[in-house]
């Protein structure tokens, strides 16, 4: 089986260290490189080509969610002080970007929410066990996302709850009744396993549904899923 490649962006080089060191450790993972700041990440990414990368939100020259931005949308050309170094580099990145796991240093982070927006496939905590990061990295490349769904909605409910808004249905007026049904469990939290038991389905049939959402919605993981229920009042 070829190796998970996997890349880490950090300012903290001892992390990367301890990072590289635990990705060695496992046969089915290969290290291909660290980065500490912004531009360098998206430097590695376009050079290295890694299948899952570790992004720390907060790092020097450009933060970890402008970079995710710039790695995911292949083609684009900013305008700002970091240069044309990333600017080429933005242009230059293929289709085949990796995916990318935020990494933070605090559970209520309000930057996640924006690094959801940006592409990334999730977030983990920056003090969690080396066993956890294993699993998401593995369970990133697999296609699924790893978040805590209790975590994202404080979030996104912290920051919408502020104002009153009405529920804007026409937001999922693409979707089947089927689709919406799938839509608002998953916004949830719930995993394909509780959705197919709660809708009577077959978890291939949830599946199936949750991709045709993502398409229809124009969304890239579950947790723009869950960022999108909250923001347009689906959910209270």
Excluded: W
């Excluded at 990318?100 to 924006?114: K, N």
């Excluded at 993502?214 to 969304?219: D, F, I, Q, R, V």
């Amino acid at each position: 089986m070829t190796p998970i490649r996997v890349a880490i962006a950090d300012d903290q080089r001892l992390f990367c260290s301890g990072i590289q060191m635990l990705i060695e450790s496992q046969p089915d993972l290969r290290f291909v490189g660290a980065a500490h700041d912004g531009v360098a990440a998206i430097a590695l990414a376009h050079d290295a080509r890694p299948d899952v990368m570790l992004m720390d939100i907060r790092m020097p020259l450009l933060d970890g969610i402008e970079a995710t931005s710039r790695i995911l949308a292949a083609g684009d050309n900013p305008d700002d002080e970091t240069g044309e170094r990333v600017a080429d580099l933005g242009a230059t990145i293929t289709d085949a970007q990796p995916k990318v796991i935020m990494l933070t240093t605090f559970q209520r982070d309000e930057a996640v929410i924006r690094a959801i927006h940006a592409g990334a496939e999730g977030f983990i905590m920056k003090d969690t066990t080396p066993e956890f990061v294993l699993a998401s990295i593995r369970t990133v490349y697999a296609g699924h996302s790893v978040i805590a769904p209790s975590d994202t909605t404080d979030i996104i409910r912290a920051r919408t709850s502020q104002r009153h808004r009405e529920p804007a249905a026409g937001s999922i007026a693409a979707l089947s009744a089927r689709e919406k049904e799938v839509f608002l469990l998953a916004a949830r939290g719930l995993s394909n396993a509780d959705i197919a038991q709660t809708a009577y389905i077959g978890e291939t049939t949830v599946k199936r549904h949750i991709r045709s959402i993502l398409a229809k919605l124009s969304l890239t993981s579950r947790v723009q899923i869950v960022a999108h229920a909250y923001e347009h009042g689906l959910l209270r």
